[in-house]
Structure formats: structure tokens, C-alpha cells
Nanobody, 127 residues
Framework: EVQLVESGGGLVQAGGSLRLSCAAS????????IGWFRQAPGKEREGISS????????YYADSVKGRFTISSDNAKNTVYLHMNSLKPEDTALYYC????????????????????WGQGTQVTVSS
């Protein structure tokens, strides 16, 4: 059974940092692309970053580029999202998602492209 568990969320002041973790089990980690998404109240789910181990590529939404970094530790079956210079508008429920490779370049930022989802971790940035 594919399982994804996010952790690392919390309350942080603007300008602060957090590191989110996505621990995966039930599948061969290196054979899947992993994405990070977020959803704020009343807004659509937004794809903010993804990583494809097979292609060696990463994706960042313009809203987080230069502030967030995605990384993968295949030995730990974990993907991280390092978030720096956090802003109040980053406040949302953050999800990780997995999809068997190949993670297509044209769809890696869309929720519909991912089959497996975690339950989310809340990030709140105070001003």
C-alpha cells in the first residue's frame, strides 16, 4: 500500500524557515516522481514543486522560486521541502503527492497528474 506522510509544518514568523518532510512507503521510491502542493482556504490546490529522480529534474512555481528547495533522500524514502523567507501568503495546508515515473514535464505541477496523496501538514506564517 502506497503511503505518504507529511511532517514539519507549524507556526513561523514572516522571514522564517521550515523544512517539510514527505516520508514514503509501499513503493520503490526512486521509481516515482514526488510533488509538493498547497491549498489555502477558499483557493485551489497549487503545485509548488516537484522532483523527478529518473529525469533528474525539479520544478518550482514562480511564487516560491528562489525561496523553496526540494530535495530527495532515496535511502530514507523521504523528500524534503526547504522553505526560506516565508511570507504570510505561504500559509496553507501542504501536501506531498506521488506518481509513477515518468513524471511528465508538461503536467508535473498539476494535482490531477498525481495518483497518491498524503494527509497534509499545516504551515502558518504570521506577519
Amino acid at each position: 500500500e502506497v503511503q505518504l506522510v507529511e511532517s514539519g509544518g507549524g507556526l513561523v514568523q514572516a522571514g522564517g524557515s521550515l523544512r517539510l518532510s514527505c516520508a514514503a512507503s509501499g513503493f520503490t521510491f526512486a521509481d516515482y516522481g514526488i510533488g509538493w502542493f498547497r491549498q489555502a482556504p477558499g483557493k485551489e490546490r497549487e503545485g509548488i514543486s516537484s522532483i523527478s529522480s529518473s529525469a533528474g529534474t525539479t520544478y518550482y512555481a514562480d511564487s516560491v522560486k528562489g525561496r523553496f528547495t526540494i530535495s530527495s533522500d532515496n535511502a530514507k524514502n523521504t523528500v524534503y521541502l526547504h522553505m526560506n523567507s516565508l511570507k504570510p501568503e505561504d500559509t496553507a495546508l501542504y501536501y506531498c503527492a506521488a506518481e509513477p515515473e515518468p513524471l511528465l514535464y508538461t503536467s508535473r505541477q498539476y494535482p490531477w497528474a498525481f495518483s497518491y496523496w498524503g494527509q497534509g501538514t499545516q504551515v502558518t506564517v504570521s506577519s
